[in-house]
């Protein structure tokens, strides 16, 4: 068992028809049939939205992944029409609020791994393999990888948890031509986000996109190359062999597996609330990350 500890109400505003509630965003419909996206400041951790919340952090994303797909344009299209508030709209939905074309979504995670960790490890060490692919003996936790590799996963609903497929499966499920363009895609945007970090003293590990159809064009959805979908390591501190400092929820992750937290992952009891430490930690973390990559200061 697993999902929201609290599942917020989502608020009403006139001329917007709400559609769903995820783990971080809120989605709605506007009267001309395009797409309302609002990140929360919400936060989830091993298939759990928790109580509490991180300031900034919709904010954060919106803006970051705003930033990024300026710098991927030229790569593929991607689904933002407008920033402006909608009319009626809370304050508060100020610079976490996305208008954004209503696109038929693959059912697929897209992901892209330059170093292995996390899932990837996980079945390297069982298989030697990851989705399927192949890998060469004696890697370890944050060996970068003979090159980046395309690992595709299914969409979870949320409190499930996303399985990780074989290329052929995604081209069962999606057709063969789909498949070949989202694993393109996927690379592509991957290989110039990398480099972008790289420039920066980020490694970008692995991260995540979504995408979705436009007629017959591919477009780039969500967010994209943000703390939530990406694990962003600081290129200095890297020391393949162990977990690497990372530049996202780790600070969360972290305490609610500590004894302090007092939470049993393996039950289904939902996980406590954050201390203020842990609160104020993980925020600057996504700051850091923020004005690391864009090269400007948040406040």
């Not at 999606?174 to 991957?190: K, N, S």
């Not at 390591?233 to 690497?244: E, H, I, L």
Request: glycine share 8%; with cysteine.
């Amino acid at each position: 068992m697993s999902g929201f500890v609290e599942k917020p109400e989502p608020i009403q505003v006139p001329g917007l028809v709400h559609l769903h509630t995820g783990k971080v965003r809120e989605l709605y419909r506007n009267e001309t049939g395009d797409l309302v996206m609002v990140a929360s400041d919400r936060m989830s951790a091993y298939d759990w939205v928790l109580p509490t919340e991180i300031p900034d952090k919709g904010r954060i994303l919106t803006q970051l992944s705003l930033w990024w797909f300026d710098r991927l344009s030229d790569l593929v299209p991607n689904h933002v029409l407008s920033t402006e508030l909608p009319a009626g709209a809370p304050a508060d939905w100020a610079g976490r609020t996305l208008i954004c074309k209503s696109l038929q979504m693959v059912p697929v995670e897209c992901v892209a791994r330059g170093y292995l960790t996390g899932s990837g490890l996980a079945e390297y060490n069982e298989t030697r393999t990851v989705c399927g692919l192949a890998l060469p003996e004696g890697l370890t936790d944050g060996s970068e990888l003979p090159g980046p590799i395309f690992t595709p996963a299914t969409k979870a609903a949320v409190g499930e948890h996303d399985e990780n497929v074989s290329y052929e499966e995604v081209a069962r499920q999606v057709g063969a031509d789909t498949a070949a363009r989202l694993r393109q895609a996927t690379l592509a945007v991957y290989a110039r986000g990398r480099d972008i970090a790289r420039e920066r003293g980020i490694i970008l590990a692995d991260t995540k996109f979504e995408f979705g159809f436009d007629g017959d064009e591919l477009v780039l959805a969500d967010e994209v190359l943000t703390a939530d979908s990406s694990r962003f390591w600081p290129a200095d501190q890297w020391q393949p062999g162990r977990a690497q400092p990372s530049y996202d929820k780790q600070f969360v992750r972290d305490w609610l597996t500590s004894a302090e937290s007092g939470w049993d992952r393996k039950s289904e009891q939902p996980p406590p609330a954050l201390p203020q430490q842990v609160v104020d930690a993980t925020r600057a973390k996504y700051v850091e990350a923020y004005e690391r990559l864009t090269g400007t200061s948040w406040s």
